[in-house]
């Protein structure tokens, strides 16, 4: 047999062999819905994975840099702008731990269908031998990268900036995406922070302060913000003394401000009814009463409770009195907007603030709150079928007419909510002023 060539059958085996045996793994995806229509051995054995366990699944259930659709979408129109696309990341095994793999994609078309190659190699070793550096300062540069979720290097003369892969791959993008200029970070970072960190930056650059030090929202690829902590120096000047170079570092800290939030949230809310809590209002109650003084305004503070309350947990038991504070609580949230405050103020009492209104608003919106009770049905929403109507007996007084003082409104509050109460309950009470002082006017 003269010919070297393979029969056309023996080719498509060959074919079949070789990709079988690549050391890298090769994935076909489908653009559409980031399936895996097929992948050779490798792509499933470097995973722990069998190749059930490949096929016809997401290959974002493979990455750990990639979430989600929107991202997913972002990269697609990336693949399809360039030859090639590099992305690198991180990839799950099975046993839990993570593969560092450089990925590269083409996009093509066959028998009028879209498909993408993305060949996928283990790049353990490479970044294991990066770890050995040559000399001091490519080791340390090599640890800061490492330290941190990534190192930025800015050159002031040519306005150009180096961002590290690490970086780049916190914010979702692939090695060779982000353009080396400033306003590729500076048009990312969220518009309420960027005043005060372009401030910090230029107060560093201008020798009056020793670093720059700044906490903010970053914009990733995804449209979404992380919170980060960046830091920088000035690392060189001219001769004259002026900075030409800034190099940084930046810290994912986004973990870190929702756990922040989250314990803020508890320490201030009331954890039953989910309102503010009586030392959020204390302090919130004093800062409006300062403001609308120093504005000449008035403020309206209404205090009310719940109606034979007591019998309500001695009848149905603690359960349904929780149940009952509970929905009161979604009561208030649903009627009560900024800048007015609705919290719990303790045991069945709550207090609604309305900060820059007089007593006319005051009123309404405590009738409002009323009606809201009344129209609520209990019976239902606590699966009592003779469970007696809730009511609130509401006490108005109104700042600077009752008091200057959150005690001194507090208290006038409270004697008109008691007066509320000797009159038959589910009613508003309005303090009003006197030469003696506050005091209860006939309920409506």
């Known amino acids: 047999m003269t010919d070297a060539s393979l029969p056309i059958d023996s080719q498509d085996a060959l074919l079949a062999a070789l990709f079988e045996h690549m050391a890298d793994g090769v994935f076909l995806l489908d653009p559409e819905t980031s399936n895996i229509l097929w992948c050779n051995r490798a792509a499933h054995e470097d995973l722990g994975l069998s190749r059930e366990d490949v096929l016809n699944h997401s290959v974002l259930s493979l990455q750990k840099d990639v979430v989600g659709a929107p991202q997913w979408a972002d990269i697609v129109s990336a693949i399809r702008a360039v030859p090639c696309f590099t992305f690198v990341g991180r990839h799950r095994h099975a046993l839990g731990h993570e593969i560092p ?41 090599f640890a800061l990268n490492e330290a941190s979720d990534g190192l930025w290097d800015w050159d002031i003369p040519t306005q150009s900036v180096f961002f590290s892969p690490q970086l780049k791959r916190m914010l979702g993008y692939g090695p ?76 994912n800290i986004t973990d870190q401000k929702m756990l922040e939030f989250q314990l803020m949230q508890l320490a201030s809310n009331d954890m039953l009814t989910g309102l503010p809590n009586r030392q959020h209002g204390e302090n919130y109650l004093k800062e409006q009463l300062a403001a609308c003084a120093a ?6 503070l209404c205090l009310f409770d719940i109606d034979q309350f007591k019998p309500i947990n001695d009848r149905y038991g603690h359960l349904v009195g929780d149940e009952v504070l509970r929905q009161v609580g979604e009561l208030v949230r649903s009627e009560v907007q900024a800048p007015d405050m609705g919290l719990r103020w303790g045991g069945d009492e709550f207090v609604l603030i309305c900060p820059g209104q007089g007593s006319e608003y005051g009123i309404a919106q405590a009738e409002r709150l009323r009606q809201r009770f009344a129209s609520h049905d209990w019976r239902k929403q606590l699966d009592i079928a003779r469970m007696p109507p809730v009511t609130p007996s509401l006490g108005l007084a109104t700042f600077p007419d009752c008091g200057q003082t959150p005690q001194a409104l507090l208290h006038a509050a409270d004697l008109a909510l008691y007066q509320a109460k000797s009159h038959g309950r589910n009613r508003l009470a309005i303090a009003r002023p006197t030469e003696e002082g506050c005091r209860a006017r006939a309920p409506l």
Not at 101 to 112: I, K, L, R
Not at 295 to 300: A, M, N, T, V
């Open 101 to 141: 793999v450089e990925v590269n994609t083409t996009h093509f078309s066959w028998q009028g269908r879209e498909f993408f190659l993305s060949v996928a190699r283990d790049i353990s070793r490479r970044v294991a031998l990066e770890s050995d550096m040559r000399d001091r300062s490519s080791q340390l540069w």
């Open 176 to 251: 060779h995406e982000m353009d080396s200029r400033l306003e590729t970070w500076k048009d990312n970072v969220h518009p309420d922070d960027a005043p005060l960190v372009l401030r910090t930056l230029d107060e560093h650059l201008r020798g009056l302060r020793d670093r720059y030090e700044a906490i903010y929202r970053l914009r990733n690829r995804n449209g979404h913000y992380l919170w980060v902590h960046d830091r920088g120096k000035v690392s060189e000047r001219d001769a004259e003394g002026r900075p030409t170079r800034v190099v940084g570092m930046v810290q």
């Open 295 to 300: 504005q000449g305004k008035k403020l309206s």
